[in-house]
Structure formats: structure tokens, C-alpha cells
């Protein structure tokens, strides 16, 4: 498995683990056309809507885009233009940002299992159309991926 398999394969198992913690459920589309690599759904019990959130999903550990205050993650205009249209479910953009040498990515003993680092999300809905190939986006670091920032983003209220 090359190294940025492993950054996407790391970057969804974060999602789920996330998504675990706050309890919603968590859907692959078949075919990624859409910039959506995955689903979470929250059930008709957490919420009457049952809300559905779609996220692209990216993984960095490139130590350059760490910024004061933000991530600057360089996105391709794909990705960005599926992202910043008005959809049926909103969508969102996913970045885990890992330690640059992949031995240090987890540590595990028989007591912990520790992540190095963590992601950050971002909304790039109603942004205006750019004509670069690649765009890059700001997520806030206060932006973390977490159980309270999924349940916020689903608007469930527990």
C-alpha cells in the first residue's frame, strides 16, 4: 500500500471513529463522482429530520500547511467546486493533518491507542467560482473534527 493509500485509509478510519463517538452512522457512496467519500447519517431517533452530512475526505502530513490559526490545504478545483455548490445535504471538507514521518502517524500499546495529530473541517458552500486548478482552502484550527462538532454540524441536540 503506498503512503498516501495509507493517509486515505487513516483519514476514514479517523471519520469513524468520530462519527462512533457521537453516534451517528457512517455511509460509503458507491462511486466517488461527487466529492463525497463518505456519509454520516444521523437516525430518526437523535434528531426529527434524521440529517445526512457529506464529506471529502484528505490527509496531509505535510508540515507546510500548518498556519497560525489555520490549516491552508492546497484542494483541487474539482473538490472545490463540488464542494462550494448548494446541494440537498450539505457537505463538508475533511482534513487530517498527520506528523510528517509515518512511524510516528499511531502508537499503540495494550493500554492506548494514540492518534498523532487530528483533522479539521471547513465549509466551502456558496464560496465564489476560482480559476486556479488548485485552490488553496483555510480551515480554522478551532475547526476540530470531533463528536460535539459532528453532533453541531448534524444539529443534533443530546
Same mark, same amino acid.
Given at each position: ?5 495509507? /493517509? ?30 463518505? $456519509? ?17 475526505? /484528505? ?6 500547511? $500548518? /498556519? ?9 478545483? /474539482? ?12 457537505? $463538508? ?41 488548485? $485552490? ?23
Amino acid at each position: 500500500m503506498t503512503e498516501n493509500l495509507q /493517509k486515505e485509509a487513516l483519514s476514514a478510519a479517523y471519520v469513524r471513529f468520530v462519527a462512533a463517538l457521537a453516534g451517528v452512522s457512517v455511509a460509503r457512496p458507491e462511486v466517488d463522482d461527487d466529492s463525497m467519500d463518505l $456519509i454520516l447519517l444521523a437516525s430518526g431517533e437523535m434528531s426529527e429530520a434524521s440529517p445526512a452530512l457529506g464529506l471529502q475526505l /484528505k490527509a496531509t502530513s505535510d508540515p507546510s500547511v $500548518i /498556519k497560525e490559526g489555520r490549516i491552508a490545504f492546497p484542494l483541487g478545483r /474539482k473538490n472545490y467546486d463540488d464542494l462550494r455548490r448548494l446541494t440537498r445535504w450539505p457537505r $463538508i471538507l475533511v482534513v487530517l493533518v498527520l506528523p510528517e514521518e509515518p512511524g510516528e502517524w499511531v502508537e499503540q500499546s495494550e493500554e492506548q491507542l494514540v492518534a498523532r495529530r487530528c483533522a479539521y473541517w471547513v465549509s466551502l458552500r456558496g464560496l465564489p467560482n476560482r480559476d486556479q486548478q488548485s $485552490i488553496t482552502v483555510d480551515l480554522p484550527r478551532q475547526n476540530l473534527f470531533t463528536p460535539a462538532a459532528v453532533r453541531s454540524l448534524l444539529e443534533i441536540n443530546q
